[in-house]
């Protein structure tokens, strides 16, 4: 049974940091792409950073992030571990909310899924 399975989270002052860590598991023959959503209370699930795989095997991955992250927030991948991390830096209290692992991964059966994690929550506050 394929799974992302998020780790890391907590509560942080602001300024602070935090890590989090993603682990696809199960029968997984390529990842296309991951990345971190978050769900603040009573908004939208939006798009934090996403990583995207180039596609051929010397094609470097693409990354993207959402403007009220840049230059805070990193995302990384380890294709030989099928980990993803997001590392936040300069946390904020508007960063707060749940923050999801998400992944568009072909599984064993040769076919592609999105996949998402449980959620874990940061909560920026001091």
């Known amino acids: 049974q394929v799974q992302l399975v998020e780790s890391g989270g907590g509560l942080v002052q602001p300024g602070g940091s935090l890590r989090l860590s993603c682990a696809a598991t199960?029968?997984?023959?390529?990842?296309?792409?991951m990345g971190w959503y978050r769900q603040a209370p009573g908004k939208e699930r939006e798009l934090v950073a996403g990583?995207?795989?180039?596609?051929?095997?010397?094609?470097?991955?693409?990354?993207s992030y959402a403007d009220s992250v840049k230059g805070r927030f990193t995302i990384s991948r380890d294709n030989a571990k099928n980990t993803m991390t997001l590392q936040m830096n300069s946390l904020k209290p508007e960063d707060t909310a749940v923050y999801y692992c998400?992944?568009?991964?072909?599984?064993?059966?040769?076919?592609?899924?999105?996949?998402w994690g449980q959620g874990t929550q940061v909560t920026v506050s001091s």
């Open positions: 990583i995207a795989s180039g596609g051929f095997p010397n094609y470097a991955d693409s990354v």
């Open positions: 199960g029968s997984i023959l390529r990842i296309h792409s």
């Open positions: 998400n992944g568009e991964l072909r599984v064993g059966s040769g076919r592609t899924y999105v996949y």
